[in-house]
C-alpha cells in the first residue's frame, strides 16, 4: 500500500484514514458503496481558500494511485 511511505505527520491526516477505510472495503464486502459514497461526499466540498485537499493530507497525485483512481474533484 502507498501509506507505508508516509512520514508519522502524514499518517495522522484525513487522507491515510480514508485511504485505509477504502482499501478494508475494496470489495464491497458489505454493500456499503463505501468508495461512490465517500468521493461523492468530497465532491461537495466547497470551493475555499480554508478547505482543501491539500490540508488534509491529499498529495496533487492522489488520483493517480489505484485506490483512488476514479475521483476527480
Not at 1 to 11: A, S, V
Not at 16 to 34: A, I, K, V, Y
Request: glycine residues 6%.
Amino acid at each position: 500500500m502507498h501509506l507505508h511511505g508516509l512520514k508519522d505527520y502524514e499518517r495522522g491526516k484525513l487522507f491515510t484514514r480514508l485511504s485505509l477505510l477504502l482499501w478494508l472495503d475494496r470489495e464491497n464486502r458489505f454493500g456499503l458503496n463505501l468508495r461512490k459514497r465517500l468521493f461523492d461526499l468530497l465532491r461537495t466540498l466547497p470551493e475555499s481558500e480554508y478547505i482543501k485537499l491539500s490540508s488534509m493530507g491529499y498529495s496533487s497525485a492522489f488520483q493517480s494511485l489505484n485506490l483512488w483512481s476514479g475521483f476527480s474533484h
